[in-house]
C-alpha cells in the first residue's frame, strides 16, 4: 500500500499505530488489506475496536475520505461504516487472481475518475470475501447507487456480484479487489491509479 | 542429579530395566546411552535424556547424512554464509544480501496437514528473518500419493490451506513451487518450504553466543506443551500410529510471527542483540545448545523465568517444547530493557531467561535447583554419526530396470499423438497447478514481477523496505525455483541428483537469471538399509557434481530422512528419493525478463520462430543423455517406472543455459521454456497454452515417434525468437557451441499442428490443450475443502 502511494503516486502518506486516537493533520485514511490479528475471529472484528477506529468514525462522519481495501472493507462493515458483510467464499478457498470489475461510480468521491460502466482490473486476494447483506438493505444500496464495483465474473458467490460498497454521502468506500496492486506498471495494469489518486482530491 | 556408574560393563547394561524404554522412547540406541554417560561421567536424568534425543537425532545432527554433506561446493565468491547457520546468505551486488533457506515438515504434515504445513512455512520464516533479512518470497516443494485416493487429496487439501494460511497472513507472498504424485508418497507427504529475505542489518546476525554475563533473552510466543519430541518424531517412520503422535504437531499463529518479524529486525538494527537463535526443532534445547557451543561457552537457564502458557511443565517439558514462533537472544548486557520494550510494543512476550556462563555447559534451572547439566559441545558439537557401509555396486532391483530398452515398447501410432498429448497435460504432476497458487497470495509486498505458472522460475523485484527514496529502487531482481525429478533419482540416484541441479539452473536461465547458489532438502527413506543409504549417497554424489560444475555452491539446507510407511500388513513403502533443490539467481534488469509465453503475431501473419536449443531430434537412439528411461509418457502412457534416466552432459546444460541467458540479455528470445515433464511436445503445448495462440511445427522425421517427440533429458530449451533476431542469434548460438535447430512457427491461429516428414500428425485446438492441463487437478479435487480460516 505505501508502495503504490508513496513509491508510485508520490501521495505523502505514513502508518498509525493502533492506539493512535488523532487524525489531526490526516487528509485521508485508508484501511489497507492484511489479516488484522490474525482474523482468527470473525474478520476485521477486533481491529473495528481498536482505538485508532474511533477516531475514523468521527473523520467519516465530518466528511473525510476513507477507503477500507480487502481486510479493510471487513473492518468498515465490522464497524457500521458500512452496511452488509463479508462471508467465507463460496468455495471456500482462498482466492488470489487478476478480477475484471464494473464500475457505478455514482456519487462515490474516491471513483469519479472513472466512468459509469467502465471495466477495469484489479487483483482479488481474499479467503473472506463473499458480500451479503439483507434483501431490504440490498435494494436500498441498489436504489442509492452504492453498489459502485461489480465483478465481471462473480468469484465468491458475493450477492449481486458485488465487489465494492460506499456509504450514501460517497465519502466512505469499501471494497475486496486490491486497487493498490494495480499501479505498478511493472507488475501488469494501472487501473487503480485514479482510485488512490482521488484520496486527496 | 543421576548417580555414577560404576565402571566395568556397559552403563546401559547396568541401568534399570525402565531407562531401556526411556532411550527406545527418545529414539536413542544403547550405544548412544553408553557414549552420554561416559560424556557426563554419570547417567543422565530424565530431563537430559531427552535432550541428547532430540539433539542426537537425523533431524538436529546429521548423523546419517554427515559424512555426505561434506563433499558439497560450499564456497564462491558471492557466498557470505555458508551452510551451518539459520540460512545461507550470498552477496547480489549493489549493496543486496539475500538470506535463503529450504526447511522440510514431511511428518508432521502427514498426520495433521494443515498446521504440518503452516508451521513448516512460520519455521522457514524464522530461519530467515534470524539471520536479519525481511522475508520477500516463500517456495514450496509437495509430494503426494495419486489424488485418486481420497485420503490423498485430503492430505493434499490441508497441506495446501495450511500454506496459505500462514503466508498470506504472515505478508509473504509464495510465489512459485512444484507439486508431483507417486504411489510412494501415499501416507507419507512431502512438504518442503523455502523463504528468501533481504537483509536489512549491517552485519549478519550469528547465533554463537558471545560476552560472559551477557543476558539471555526470550521472545516471541510463551511455551506450552505442544510439539513435544517432534524432532524425534520426525526421524522414524510413519505408520497407522503415527495419528496418535499429534501432540507432536505444533499450531501456529502467523499474526503473532509478523509482529515478531517486526521486532526481531528492529532490534537487531539497534545493535542490542549480540546473537539470535529462533526454536525450530527441540525448542530450547537446541537453541541454548547450539548458542553456546558455537561461542564455545556456556549457558544457563531459568525455566522459572520463561513464559510459559499452562502450569505444571516439567523440565522435560519446558526443554523438549516445540510452541512456535519464540526466538532466544544474547543480549548486551545493560541493553536488555529497551530491547524487551519493543517486542511487548509488539505485543510479544520477552523475558531475561538466563545468562552466558564462562563454563561450557547448559545449566538449566528449575525451582532453584539445577534440572538438567550438559557439556555444551556433548549436546551440540561432536555428535555420533553413523557411519555405513556403500554397496560397492546397485541393489539388484536398480541393475534390473537399468536393462530395459526402449525398443520394448510398442510403436506410438500416428493417430495415437494428440490423446497421448492430451493424457499426458491431464497428468497431476504435469497439470497446471493454478488450482494450488491461487490460494496463495503471490503479490504482496508488490515485488513480483512474473506470476506462478508464467514462467520456468519466480522473479522478485529486489527492493529494500528501507530505502528512504521508493523510486530509487533499481531494476534488479531474484529468481527462484525449486525442483527435483523423484522418478529420475528413484532408477539412478547419482544421475537424478545431477539432473535435479540441472533443471533448477535451466529454469533460472530461462527466465534469465544467472543461477548463484543451492539450498537443498534431502528427503530420502530409511537409510538403515544398505538401497536407502545407497540411493542417499548416490544422490548426494550427483548433487556435488553438479553443484561443482554450474558453479552454484551449496549454501545449507535440510535433511530428512526415515520417509518411510509401515503398511498395515507390517511391510516398508519408501518414497521415491526426492532431494528437491531450491536454487536462486541474478537478474539483472527486470525489463528484459521472459516467460512462458511468446508474443501473439497478427492474423496471418507468420509469427516468431520456435527453435529447439540442446540436444537435437535426431540424436541418435544409443546417446544416453536423451531418452524415455523414467519417463512421464512411461510412467502415464504405459504405467511404467523404469530404464535408467539420462546422463546429464553438464558441460552442454553450461553452454545452453548461457546461450539462453546472453540471447534473453540481448532482446532476441521472446519466450523460453525447459523440456522437463513429458518432453519436447509438452513444453510447446505448455507454451501455446501461455501464449493463447498457436504453432506450426515441422520436423524432420528421426527414430521412433514417441522419442521424438516425449523423450526427456538432453539440456533442451525451447525458445522463440523474432524473425529479425534470428540471424544474430543463430550466429550467437553457433559460435558458442549451443546446438540449435527450428521446430517451426508461431501463428495467430489457435491450433498445434505438426507436420513430421511429410506426415501431419496434429491439428488440435490450444483450448483443447489448455482444458486438459488446467482441469487436472481440479477434476481430481472436486470434494469441497474443509473450513479453514484464512
Known amino acids: 500500500m505505501a508502495w503504490a502511494l508513496s513509491g508510485i503516486l508520490d501521495l505523502p502518506c505514513r502508518f498509525l499505530w493502533h492506539d493512535t486516537t488523532s487524525l489531526e493533520d490526516i487528509q485521508a485514511v485508508v484501511l489497507p488489506g492484511g489479516f488484522s490479528y490474525g482474523d482468527y475471529l470473525r474478520c476485521g472484528a477486533l481491529a473495528s475496536l481498536s482505538p485508532l477506529l474511533h477516531a475514523v468514525h468521527a473523520f467519516a462522519a465530518d466528511g473525510g475520505p476513507v477507503l477500507g481495501i480487502c481486510n479493510g472493507f471487513q473492518v468498515l462493515t465490522e464497524m457500521g461504516l458500512l452496511p452488509g458483510a463479508l462471508t ?114 | 542429579m543421576a548417580s555414577t556408574p560404576a565402571s566395568g560393563a556397559p552403563a546401559f547394561d547396568q541401568a534399570p530395566p525402565a531407562i531401556a524404554a526411556q532411550v527406545k522412547q527418545e529414539g536413542l540406541t544403547p550405544e548412544d546411552y553408553n557414549e552420554i554417560v561416559r560424556r557426563l561421567g554419570r547417567h543422565p536424568n530424565r530431563a537430559e535424556l531427552g535432550m541428547f534425543g532430540v539433539m542426537w537425532s537425523e533431524h538436529c545432527c546429521y548423523r546419517n547424512s554427515r559424512p555426505l554433506l561434506g563433499q558439497f561446493p560450499t564456497e564462491g565468491p558471492r557466498i557470505l554464509v555458508g551452510p551451518g547457520e539459520n540460512a545461507g546468505v550470498v552477496d547480489l551486488g549493489e549493496g543486496h544480501r539475500l538470506a535463503f533457506k529450504i526447511e522440510s515438515h514431511n511428518h508432521p504434515s502427514a498426520v495433521e496437514p494443515f498446521q504440518g504445513a503452516a508451521t513448516g512455512v512460520g519455521g522457514i520464516l524464522r530461519d530467515i528473518f534470524t539471520m536479519g533479512a525481511r522475508p520477500m518470497a516463500l517456495l514450496n516443494a509437495l509430494r503426494f500419493g495419486p489424488l485418486e485416493e481420497s485420503r490423498n487429496a485430503g492430505l493434499m487439501e490441508g497441506v495446501v490451506a495450511g500454506i496459505a494460511h500462514y503466508g498470506n497472513c504472515v505478508g509473504v507472498p509464495t510465489v512459485a513451487g512444484e507439486v508431483a504424485f507417486d504411489p510412494s508418497y501415499s501416507g507419507n507427504p512431502l512438504v518442503n518450504a523455502m523463504a528468501l529475505g533481504l537483509m536489512e542489518t549491517e552485519t549478519i546476525v550469528r547465533s554463537g553466543a558471545s560476552g560472559v554475563g551477557n543476558p539471555v533473552v526470550y521472545v516471541g510466543s510463551t511455551t506450552g506443551r505442544d510439539g513435544m519430541g517432534g524432532a524425534s518424531f520426525a526421524s522414524a517412520e510413519l505408520s497407522e500410529d503415527s495419528l496418535d503422535d499429534r501432540p507432536a504437531v505444533q499450531v501456529g499463529d502467523p499474526f503473532l510471527e509478523k509482529g515478531l518479524i517486526e521486532a526481531c529486525l528492529e532490534a537487531f538494527q539497534s545493535g542490542d542483540v549480540v546473537a539470535a537463535q529462533d526454536m525450530g526443532a527441540a525448542g530450547l534445547t537446541c537453541s541454548c545448545a547450539e548458542m553456546a557451543a558455537k561461542g564455545d561457552l556456556g549457558i544457563e537457564l531459568d525455566l522459572d523465568r520463561v513464559p510459559a502458557r499452562e502450569t505444571g511443565m516439567t523440565a522435560y517439558e519446558f526443554l523438549l517444547s516445540e510452541s512456535q514462533e519464540r526466538m532466544l537472544f544474547v543480549v548486551q548486557a545493560g541493553r536488555e530493557e529497551p530491547l524487551m520494550q519493543r517486542f511487548r510494543r509488539w505485543g510479544l512476550q520477552a523475558a531475561v531467561v538466563g545468562r552466558v556462563l564462562e563454563e561450557p555447559v547448559v545449566r538449566v534451572l528449575q525451582n532453584g535447583a539445577v534440572a538438567a547439566e550438559v557439556p555444551s559441545r556433548a549436546l551440540a558439537e561432536d555428535t555420533p554419526i553413523n557411519r555405513r557401509e556403500l554397496l560397492s555396486e546397485p541393489p539388484a532391483v536398480v541393475q534390473q530396470h537399468w536393462q530395459w530398452q526402449e525398443s520394448s515398447l510398442p510403436a506410438l501410432a500416428a493417430e ?112 538403515e538399509t544398505p538401497t536407502g543409504y545407497w540411493q542417499l549417497a548416490m544422490a548426494c554424489r550427483g548433487l556435488s557434481e553438479a553443484c561443482r560444475v554450474l558453479q552454484t555452491p551449496v549454501t545449507g539446507g535440510n535433511v530428512s530422512l526415515y520417509n518411510d510407511t509401515r503398511l498395515p500388513d507390517g511391510s516398508i513403502q519408501p518414497i521415491q528419493p526426492t532431494p528437491v533443490v531450491g536454487m536462486v539467481g541474478l537478474v539483472d534488469n527486470i525489463n528484459t525478463l521472459v516467460g512462458l509465453a511468446w508474443p501473439q503475431p497478427a492474423p496471418g501473419v507468420a509469427g516468431d520462430y520456435l527453435v529447439l536449443l540442446g540436444l537435437p531430434l535426431d540424436t541418435a537412439q544409443d546417446d544416453e543423455r536423451l531418452g524415455l528411461a523414467g519417463s512421464s509418457f512411461l510412467q502415464v502412457c504405459h504405467g511404467l517406472c523404469t530404464g535408467r534416466p539420462p546422463h546429464t552432459d553438464l558441460a552442454l ?23 522437463s515433464d513429458g518432453g519436447l511436445l509438452v513444453a510447446v503445448a505448455e507454451m501455446a497454452i501461455a501464449a493463447g495462440c498457436g504453432v506450426q511445427l515441422s520436423v524432420p522425421s528421426a527414430g521412433r515417434l514417441e522419442r521424438l517427440l516425449f523423450a526427456e533429458g538432453g539440456a533442451r530449451v525451447v525458445v522463440s525468437v523474432p524473425e529479425d533476431s534470428w540471424p544474430a542469434l543463430q550466429a550467437a548460438l553457433q559460435q558458442a557451441g549451443c546446438p540449435l535447430q527450428a521446430l517451426g512457427r508461431v501463428q495467430a491461429d489457435p491450433q498445434l499442428q505438426l507436420r513430421v516428414g511429410d506426415r501431419d500428425l496434429l491439428d488440435v485446438a490450444i483450448d483443447a490443450l489448455a482444458h486438459a492441463h488446467q482441469q487436472g487437478l481440479p477434476r481430481r479435487l472436486e470434494q469441497p475443502a474443509l473450513g479453514h480460516n484464512g
Open chain 2, 653 to 675: 546444460e553450461q553452454q545452453v543455459q548461457k546461450a539462453v541467458r546472453s540471447g534473453i540479455r540481448a532482446g532476441q528470445i521472446t519466450a523460453a521454456h525447459d523440456v
Open chain 2, 416 to 527: 495415437a499423438v494428440e490423446p497421448t498429448l492430451l493424457q499426458l497435460l491431464d497428468d497431476p504432476t504435469i497439470a497446471s497447478k493454478r488450482w494450488v497458487w491461487r490460494q496463495y497470495d503471490h503479490q504482496v509486498q508488490a515485488n513480483t514481477v512474473v506470476r506462478p505458472g508464467g514462467a520456468d522460475a519466480a522473479v522478485l523485484r529486489l527492493r529494500s523496505q528501507q530505502e528512504d527514496d521508493p523510486q530509487s529502487s533499481n531494476q534488479r531482481g531474484v529468481a527462484a525455483t525449486v525442483d527435483c525429478p523423484n522418478r529420475w533419482v528413484a532408477l539412478d540416484p547419482e544421475r537424478g541428483g545431477m539432473a535435479a541441479v540441472a533443471e533448477a539452473a535451466r529454469n533460472l536461465s530461462c527466465v534469465g537469471a544467472e543461477p548463484i547458489a543451492v539450498t537443498d532438502n534431502l528427503n530420502f527413506p530409511s537409510p
Open chain 1, 88 to 201: 467465507r467464499n463460496q468455495n471456500l478457498h482462498f482466492i488470489c487472481e487478476p478480477c475484471e470489475l464494473v464500475v457505478s461510480p455514482g456519487s462515490c468521491h474516491l471513483l469519479k475518475g472513472y466512468g459509469d460502466q467502465e471495466r477495469v482490473q484489479f487483483p482479488i486476494a481474499h479467503g473472506e470475501g463473499r458480500y451479503q447483506c439483507q434483501a431490504d438493505t440490498l435494494s436500498e444500496l441498489e436504489q442509492h447507487g452504492q453498489l459502485v464495483l461489480r465483478y465481471g465474473h462473480n468469484p465468491n458467490g458475493s450477492i449481486l456480484d458485488v465487489a465494492g460498497v460506499c456509504n450514501r454521502r460517497g465519502n466512505v468506500l469499501g471494497l475486496m479487489p486490491h486497487p493498490e496492486r494495480a499501479t505498478d506498471p511493472l507488475l501488469g495494469g494501472i487501473d487503480g491509479q485514479r482510485l488512490l489518486q482521488s484520496l486527496l482530491g
